[in-house]
């Protein structure tokens, strides 16, 4: 039995369902941010975190600071790209727009390569542009959250590599880390950004990130001062290093009670070995999406190896709205979220599935939220049309 308030089950692609032991972690009692019980439970965290990235080399550097997913835009923008320089945003969707007024932010020239509504820019075209012209940064949105289309991050890196070894890889991975696989120093990847409440299952409030050793030195090595001063490198990485020594530090106070819960997520999430999470999100999602199909229903997602593990993005039935379903949904208990790609958000509907629902199948939220899109659906008039 939970032990948690009654309430929706949250299948939105993040903020995702919490398990009991990591919300309460968030009720330790208050603590100082630089005394030894805090300061080794963030150092453990720091070392958990370059497990789950599978980082080892020694030159890397974890870090976790207040704020959420998007502060991981604005700590690359402003340390590991110089005001005039060019980056490469590869589109899949929303979040590949907003990454780039990101860099228009602190002068960074952002050049977005397009692709049509569910698919990602090829492989080729990828070569070609990284061939015309010197980027500093390539930008890939892992799982794009507004349609659900999976980047394949280790074949753009390698392309990366080959054709243009001085581009920084730079990965999105707020709505991956946690439930695809992502091999950071195997990949070859300067900088994976994430954030708390996403597949890793914590409450938001944590920007997280894992830096190469060359986007380290890349930001010690930068001729104009960092444009922000919350978000300098110069100013967090002597503190990551410290906490990751346990030695206590201080720039700006951390959130003890969401580090705490970070802790506790990451602790559960290596009860079972991370190949086998991968492979429960990837069966999960086979359940759900061969699920919608059988309803007769769509994806944005073109072909299966260009959609994401963790949520499904389906287009509504002709006639039937947003505001028609998911009122309907959460009279069963069940939250999914709208659409939110610009050009066709009213269009369709997103079904979060990852963390403790999928990892934990005895509470049901994968079944119950099936049942209930069915009944919905229903409800909302929909018959699925003959073959
Ligand atoms: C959610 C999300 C973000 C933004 O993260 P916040 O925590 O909302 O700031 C960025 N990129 C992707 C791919 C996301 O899913």
Redesign the pocket.
């Given at each position: 039995m939970s032990t948690q308030a009654g309430h929706p089950t949250i299948l939105i692609?993040?903020p995702v369902e919490f398990d009991d032991a990591v919300l309460q972690a968030m009720a330790h009692p208050s603590e100082s941010h630089v005394g030894a019980p805090f300061v080794n439970v963030f150092g453990e965290t720091l070392s958990l975190l370059r497990q789950l990235f599978i980082a080892s080399d020694p030159a890397s550097q974890p870090l976790v600071l207040s704020?959420?997913?998007?502060?991981?835009?604005d700590v690359v923008a402003s340390n590991l790209a110089e005001p005039g320089d060019d980056v490469l945003v590869l589109h899949t969707g929303y979040?590949a727009d907003?990454?780039a007024d990101c860099f228009k932010t602190y002068g960074v020239n952002a050049f977005q390569l397009k692709a049509p509504i569910g698919s990602g820019p090829s492989l080729s075209k990828i070569e070609e542009e990284l061939r015309s012209k010197k980027y500093r940064i390539i930008t890939i949105?892992?799982?794009?959250?507004?349609t659900g289309v999976l980047s394949d991050i280790k074949a753009v890196s390698e392309i990366v590599h080959r054709v243009s070894p001085d581009t920084l890889v730079v990965v999105?991975?707020?709505?991956?880390v946690g439930c695809e696989e992502i091999q950071f120093d195997a990949w070859g990847i300067d900088v994976v950004?994430t954030?708390?409440?996403?597949a890793i299952g914590a409450p938001?409030g944590l920007?997280i990130m894992m830096l190469s050793g060359r986007a380290v030195k890349t930001s010690e090595a930068r001729k104009a001062p960092p444009g922000s001063y919350f978000a300098s490198l110069k100013n967090w990485l002597p503190i990551m290093r410290n906490y990751e020594a346990k030695k206590p530090s201080y720039f700006a106070t951390p959130s003890p009670q969401l580090v705490r819960a970070l802790h506790t997520s990451l602790q559960q999430i290596f009860r079972a070995p991370l190949s086998v999470r991968f492979e429960t999100h990837k069966a999960v999602s086979r359940k759900v999406k061969s699920a919608i199909e059988s309803l007769g229903l769509r994806q944005l997602a073109n072909t299966p190896a260009d959609q994401a593990n963790g949520m499904t993005a389906i287009y509504l039935p002709e006639g039937i709205t947003s505001p028609d379903l998911l009122p309907k949904l959460l009279a069963k208990g069940v939250v999914m979220a709208g659409g939110l790609h610009r050009e066709i958000a009213a269009k369709y509907f997103r079904f979060g599935h990852m963390g403790v629902s999928v990892m934990n199948e005895g509470l049901g939220h994968i079944d119950k939220a099936l049942a209930a899109l069915k009944e919905a659906l229903a409800e909302a008039g929909y018959q699925k049309a003959q073959a």
């Amino acid at each position: 039995m939970s032990t948690q308030a009654g309430h929706p089950t949250i299948l939105i692609p993040g903020p995702v369902e919490f398990d009991d032991a990591v919300l309460q972690a968030m009720a330790h009692p208050s603590e100082s941010h630089v005394g030894a019980p805090f300061v080794n439970v963030f150092g453990e965290t720091l070392s958990l975190l370059r497990q789950l990235f599978i980082a080892s080399d020694p030159a890397s550097q974890p870090l976790v600071l207040s704020g959420s997913g998007t502060l991981g835009w604005d700590v690359v923008a402003s340390n590991l790209a110089e005001p005039g320089d060019d980056v490469l945003v590869l589109h899949t969707g929303y979040f590949a727009d907003s990454f780039a007024d990101c860099f228009k932010t602190y002068g960074v020239n952002a050049f977005q390569l397009k692709a049509p509504i569910g698919s990602g820019p090829s492989l080729s075209k990828i070569e070609e542009e990284l061939r015309s012209k010197k980027y500093r940064i390539i930008t890939i949105t892992h799982t794009d959250t507004s349609t659900g289309v999976l980047s394949d991050i280790k074949a753009v890196s390698e392309i990366v590599h080959r054709v243009s070894p001085d581009t920084l890889v730079v990965v999105d991975g707020v709505c991956s880390v946690g439930c695809e696989e992502i091999q950071f120093d195997a990949w070859g990847i300067d900088v994976v950004l994430t954030a708390s409440q996403k597949a890793i299952g914590a409450p938001a409030g944590l920007c997280i990130m894992m830096l190469s050793g060359r986007a380290v030195k890349t930001s010690e090595a930068r001729k104009a001062p960092p444009g922000s001063y919350f978000a300098s490198l110069k100013n967090w990485l002597p503190i990551m290093r410290n906490y990751e020594a346990k030695k206590p530090s201080y720039f700006a106070t951390p959130s003890p009670q969401l580090v705490r819960a970070l802790h506790t997520s990451l602790q559960q999430i290596f009860r079972a070995p991370l190949s086998v999470r991968f492979e429960t999100h990837k069966a999960v999602s086979r359940k759900v999406k061969s699920a919608i199909e059988s309803l007769g229903l769509r994806q944005l997602a073109n072909t299966p190896a260009d959609q994401a593990n963790g949520m499904t993005a389906i287009y509504l039935p002709e006639g039937i709205t947003s505001p028609d379903l998911l009122p309907k949904l959460l009279a069963k208990g069940v939250v999914m979220a709208g659409g939110l790609h610009r050009e066709i958000a009213a269009k369709y509907f997103r079904f979060g599935h990852m963390g403790v629902s999928v990892m934990n199948e005895g509470l049901g939220h994968i079944d119950k939220a099936l049942a209930a899109l069915k009944e919905a659906l229903a409800e909302a008039g929909y018959q699925k049309a003959q073959a």
